[in-house]
């Protein structure tokens, strides 16, 4: 079959091809106009380009309720009474951080003063024990020297003093009962 200008098949053919060119057109713009919340918006109300406000119930005036059922805030005392009330907590948290350095200040002071005390025992200990070690030296030292054996005769006067000086004599007193 020809495809020809002049024929029924031609014809059609070039009929539905234009029909499909508009038609196409047409939903493109049917689409986006569907679509589109502006148009949308300015076909419902009938105004354009004003955004839709929320209608409250014209039955209850805000300014009537609020009057009836609450006293107006005095802000300005508010903001006063706020304010104190920070000023003593303020006054509170300083006064105890001036506790805390205190007590700081004073353990610090307490522990210098302890351990001064703690440097100058230690000191004198270690002045006796050195004190002690000397004397022991010198003891050994004169314990050192040798002497010799000494006899000692039984018959000799000088020993019998010696022992007899040695000896410690009991001490006696006058009306004392035992002795």
């Given at each position: 079959?020809?495809?020809?200008k002049g024929?029924?098949?031609?014809?059609?053919?070039?009929?539905?091809?234009?029909?499909?060119?508009?038609?196409?057109?047409?939903?493109?713009?049917?689409?986006?106009?569907?679509?589109?919340?502006?148009?949308?918006?300015?076909?419902?109300?009938?105004?354009?380009?004003?955004?839709?406000?929320?209608?409250?119930?014209?039955?209850?005036?805000?300014?009537?309720?609020?009057?009836?059922?609450?006293?107006?805030?005095?802000?300005?005392?508010?903001?006063?009474?706020?304010?104190?009330?920070?000023?003593?907590?303020?006054?509170?948290?300083?006064?105890?951080?001036?506790?805390?350095?205190?007590?700081?200040?004073?353990?610090?002071?307490?522990?210098?003063?302890?351990?001064?005390?703690?440097?100058?025992?230690?000191?004198?200990?270690?002045?006796?024990?050195?004190?002690?070690?000397?004397?022991?030296?010198?003891?050994?030292?004169?314990?050192?020297?040798?002497?010799?054996?000494?006899?000692?005769?039984?018959?000799?006067?000088?020993?019998?003093?010696?022992?007899?000086?040695?000896?410690q004599r009991?001490?006696?007193?006058?009306?004392t009962g035992?002795?």
């Open positions: 079959m020809k495809k020809g024929t029924f098949a031609g014809d059609t053919f070039e009929k539905l091809a234009e029909m499909g060119k508009s038609t196409v057109k047409k939903t493109g713009k049917s689409v986006s106009q569907t679509f589109d919340p502006s148009k949308l918006f300015e076909q419902t109300t009938g105004s354009s380009h004003e955004l839709p406000q929320k209608q409250e119930p014209q039955e209850k005036t805000p300014s009537s309720d609020k009057t009836k059922n609450h006293t107006p805030l005095d802000f300005a005392a508010l903001q006063k009474k706020y304010e104190e009330q920070d000023r003593e907590k303020m006054n509170k948290l300083r006064g105890h951080l001036f506790r805390l350095v205190k007590e700081g200040e004073q353990k610090v002071l307490e522990e210098k003063k302890k351990e001064e005390k703690e440097k100058v025992e230690r000191e004198m200990r270690e002045k006796e024990e050195k004190k002690k070690k000397d004397e022991e030296e010198k003891k050994r030292q004169q314990d050192e020297i040798p002497r010799g054996k000494q006899r000692i005769s039984i018959f000799s006067p000088k020993a019998a003093r010696k022992r007899a000086a040695n000896r009991t001490e006696i007193r006058p009306s035992k002795q």
